[in-house]
């Protein structure tokens, strides 16, 4: 029976991560089931960071970015011993069950401790959107209305000047937050890591659209893909036209979350109270067809890399 349960958050933050917490929180409350939220992620389940909370403490973070538990990349937890002392640490204290929120990172590090007969459950909290088994998580739609006002101020000075402007935008190794800012920002040219990239076709189109008339432009690109400040000086060179490159980097996982991050993190903490009510353990939640549901956490460990929807690709290209 499921009498005490921990909450973490770890790895990158994202917006939303707060309203989850405030659901698990609330729904443990109603339930009768004590909460303990562990501080700094994995170090602080092993450092024994936890603070009891009650619905008072997460009265009033439903609207507030980042997570107020704190958040830590923490490798260490890759070593058997340490995640020994983490879960002695929880044992000491009770708890029944952990849940985590955030990416693959943290959902490997449930994973390792289901595999060591401590229960957990997984809700995914990245601005990547980046982890299998869900159509969005917690933040996507956050950074990506972010990415978009960026964008559109981009777009703006870009005009003015009759310039290049290429903004490079988050997302690891998932084109996610690039290809759908692209479309809601009207860009003339997208790099994502599913697609072929090719800087002289790149230069070649750009310079066609320039003899056509085409006076300025907005290149969106997923990080880590190349070095955009130098993509912005071949361009230059080769088009004769004034290029910058904007890196957004973290301001993409600040600010207060939309509403339907709210929404989304609002479900799915109910939803992880029910699966361990259930005695579901070992499972990450998800939303498809705006449906909530879970599936066995080493499936998203095993298909950690998400599916790329080719159509967009497609309609990408139509639109430019």
Do not use: W
């Not at 389940?45 to 403490?57: D, E, G, S, V, Y």
């Not at 361009?235 to 709210?262: M, N, S, W």
């Amino acid at each position: 029976m499921i009498k005490k349960i921990a909450v973490l958050t770890s790895g990158g933050d994202s917006p939303g991560m707060n309203a989850a917490i405030r659901s698990i929180v609330q729904t443990s409350c109603n339930k009768k089931i004590k909460i303990l939220g562990v501080l700094d992620g994995y170090l602080g389940l092993c450092k024994n960071k936890m603070i009891k909370l009650n619905k008072n403490i997460v009265s009033n973070i439903i609207n507030r970015g980042g997570t107020f538990l704190g958040t830590a990349r923490y490798l260490n937890f890759l070593k058997k011993n340490e995640r020994k002392i983490a879960i002695q640490n929880m044992k000491n204290r009770k708890i029944d069950a952990l849940i985590v929120i955030g990416g693959n990172g943290t959902y490997a590090g449930a994973n390792k401790l289901n595999k060591m007969n401590f229960p957990c459950i997984g809700i995914p909290g990245t601005i990547d959107n980046d982890v299998s088994g869900t159509d969005f998580t917690i933040g996507y739609h956050t950074a990506l209305e972010t990415v978009v006002q960026a964008i559109d101020r981009l777009r703006d000075t870009s005009c003015s000047h009759k310039r290049i402007s290429i903004v490079e935008i988050m997302g690891r190794y998932c084109g996610d937050l690039t290809i759908f800012s692209a479309i809601a920002g009207g860009c003339e040219y997208v790099i994502t890591p599913e697609m072929k990239y090719d800087k002289n076709k790149l230069i070649k189109k750009i310079k066609q659209d320039i003899k056509t008339g085409k006076k300025n432009a907005v290149i969106a690109i997923t990080e880590k893909i190349c070095d955009v400040k130098k993509l912005a000086k071949s361009i230059e060179f080769h088009t004769k036209r004034e290029t910058r490159a904007t890196i957004l980097g973290h301001i993409q996982r600040g600010g207060a979350p939309v509403a339907f991050d709210r929404i989304l993190a609002s479900r799915m903490g109910f939803y992880s109270i029910e699966l361990l009510l259930q005695k579901k353990f070992g499972k990450c939640i998800g939303i498809q067809d705006n449906k909530i549901i879970h599936h066995n956490i080493n499936y998203s460990i095993k298909f950690m890399k998400k599916k790329f929807q080719k159509k967009l690709i497609e309609i990408v290209n139509n639109l430019n």
